[in-house]
């Protein structure tokens, strides 16, 4: 028995490797920038003000506004209250 589950084991061991042999050499994706934004939030839930850490254009702050409008959908919460908050976001700009 302890030699089927050490044969098993080898196995899946070797399975493994070959998976991540294989995914190493697929092509990767190609790299999008990072951009910090810091995102302030009131007790009701909407976004207050957004401040990306490099200057962007107006368009993309325009863009930027919108789509967190949309991912944040309420206030956070402390003791069961609504508080108002700040976080950092890490959004993709390609």
């Known amino acids: 028995m302890k030699y089927m589950s050490t044969l098993v084991l080898s ?8 998976a991540a042999a294989v995914a190493a050499d ?8 990072m951009l910090p934004v810091l995102v302030s ?9 957004v401040s990306p850490s490099t200057d ?8 930027m506004r919108q789509n967190l409008d949309q991912m944040i959908v309420g206030p956070a919460m402390y003791h069961g209250r609504p508080v ?9 700009v390609d």
């Open 11 to 18: 196995g899946l061991m070797v399975l493994a490797a070959n």
């Open 26 to 33: 697929a092509p990767s994706q190609p790299a999008s920038r």
């Open 41 to 49: 939030v009131n007790t009701a839930g909407k976004v207050t003000d």
């Open 56 to 63: 962007v254009s107006p368009a993309l702050q325009r863009l």
């Open 84 to 92: 108002s908050s700040q976080l950092v976001v890490q959004l993709a």
